[in-house]
């Protein structure tokens, strides 16, 4: 119970109190974060039927003009879950772009990384991350797969922190030096198994999808797991390690591959 509502305090904005932290509380935490994930996206959903249900009903338009009502309920959705984990990954995200953009060693890249400051670089990559998950899911809705699309990207993205965390820190101090190497291989593995099989399920359960459109919901994750590591391995490989700032940036992609993924789904 302590490392869940850690996990609730550290990836959402739900009060959770102040649990006493330590190395295991925070290896529980990050073994929550898919679960997190799966709260954070059937609350998202909540709010994506809603906005859609409410834009078809007031806001009836003639049919070229219809994807603008799915385009409206996407970006509500995407705030939503943005606005749920309190912007912590997004600030992961800025912070990552803005030290790559600095194109210096270790300590220089980690310097401008500390630096609460947004600068131009941070602030592009974060508003082209939030744009690219807002019409990926505006396309996944049209095609009948919203749901799947936001609930499978948030499990995802928090497991991509998961597996992120199965690397060595890149210092000793901050965030970065308490989850790195916190979780192992088998524990990752088995919330990815856990998490394609909820996929799977949660495919089935539309029954506007076709098999082959479940099999991409399935294979987003994968997808999106992948997408994340390549992204984040150039920072990696140049601060030696994982920091805090990269679980955001890892969360943040892979939430956008799995939303690019799922929208390309038939």
Known sequence: MTSLRLALGLFTVFPAGAPSTDRRSVRGALVWAPAIGLLLGLLTAGVLLAARTLTEAFWTLP???????????????????????????????????????????????????????????????????????????????????????????????????????????????????WVGGSVGVVAAAVLTLLTL???????????????????????????????AAAATWPMRRRLGGITGDLLGATCQVATAAVLVSVACAP
């Open 63 to 177: 049919p070229p003009a219809n994807p603008l009502g799915h385009l409206l309920a996407a970006a509500l959705a995407i705030i939503c879950l943005t606005l749920l984990s309190g912007g912590l990954h997004v600030d992961g995200l800025a912070d990552t772009a803005d030290g790559w953009a600095a194109r210096g060693d270790k300590h220089r890249t980690m310097t401008v990384m500390a630096d609460p400051a947004v600068g131009a670089f941070g602030a592009y990559v974060v508003a082209a991350d939030l744009l690219v998950q807002t019409a990926a899911l505006a396309l996944a809705v049209s095609r009948g797969h919203g749901t799947e699309a936001v609930v499978v990207a948030a499990v995802t993205g928090r497991l991509a922190m998961v597996w992120a965390a199965t690397r060595a820190p890149a210092r000793r101090d901050g965030m970065g030096a």
């Open 197 to 227: 099989i909820g996929a799977g399920v949660l495919a089935a359960l539309d029954d506007d999808a076709t098999r082959r459109a479940g099999l991409v919901v399935v294979a987003a994750v994968p997808v999106g797991l992948a997408v």
